[in-house]
T-cell receptor, first 111, second 118 residues
Framework: QKEVEQDPGPLSVPEGAIVSLNCTYS??????FMWYRQYSRKGPELLMYTYSSGNKEDGRFTAQVDKSSKYISLFIRDSQPSDSATYLCAMTTGGGNKLTFGTGTQLKVEL | GAVVSQHPSWVICKSGTSVKIECRSLDFQATTMFWYRQFPKQSLMLMAT?????????EQGVEKDKFLINHASLTLSTLTVTSAHPEDSSFYIC??????????????FGEGSRLTVL
């Protein structure tokens, strides 16, 4: 079993839809959770960063962490074609430790 | 967010030659930088952790003599792929953690370097 599981997609939605992206994990020691967006042939771009459980909102993006269920989510409201990319979840046990990535979910927002 | 720059963004080389990729943190200092490798439609695979002033720490299965890492300063780490072969063709991405902020694990990535070995 992988430490972090993420549905690879692809996920195709119409413009304006609400998108829900999810990851599950097995290591209860993970404390810091991140979502990265990666466009084709580019490096990952940090979108959201969350410590421990709870919600965090930034514009059209909301990140949720449920440590009791070992489950994290990223919601994208009013999705746009420019949101089409691969979204990677990542997590770590502490600031100095390496990140563990999900496989990434490919999202396509269609006009 | 913090800026990490990689160079070159794309390189093509002949089999048997060596290629150097640079990773720079432009607006912050980083004692630790990370090198990842990514194959098409796959996630990032950590290759090694680059430590300023000391030897890099390699992940299991990564050949340290093939992938030479040097972290010469707090803003520069280099990855040299020695005697490159076609199977080394991949997307190499570096990342760094901002020392100046809270030690929270937040990582910033470079744009990546695409290596094609003929």
């Amino acid at each position: 079993q992988k430490e972090v599981e993420q549905d690879p997609g692809p996920l195709s939605v119409p413009e304006g839809a609400i998108v829900s992206l999810n990851c599950t994990y097995s290591n209860s020691a993970f404390q810091y959770f991140m979502w990265y967006r990666q466009y084709s042939r580019k490096g990952p771009e940090l979108l959201m960063y969350t410590y421990s459980s709870g919600n965090k909102e930034d514009g059209r993006f909301t990140a949720q962490v449920d440590k009791s269920s070992k489950y994290i989510s990223l919601f994208i409201r009013d999705s746009q074609p420019s949101d089409s990319a691969t979204y990677l979840c990542a997590m770590t046990t502490g600031g100095g430790n390496k990140l563990t990535f999900g496989t990434g979910t490919q999202l396509k927002v269609e006009l | 967010g913090a800026v990490v720059s990689q160079h070159p963004s794309w390189v093509i080389c002949k089999s048997g030659t060596s290629v150097k990729i640079e990773c720079r943190s432009l607006d912050f200092q980083a004692t630790t930088m990370f090198w990842y490798r990514q194959f098409p439609k796959q996630s990032l695979m950590l290759m090694a952790t680059s430590n300023e002033g000391s030897k890099a720490t390699y992940e299991q299965g990564v050949e340290k003599d093939k992938f030479l890492i040097n972290h010469a300063s707090l803003t520069l780490s280099t990855l040299t792929v020695t005697s490159a072969h076609p199977e080394d063709s991949s997307f190499y991405i570096c990342s760094a953690r901002d020392l100046g902020g809270a030690n929270t694990g937040e990582l910033f990535f470079g744009e990546g370097s695409r290596l094609t070995v003929l």
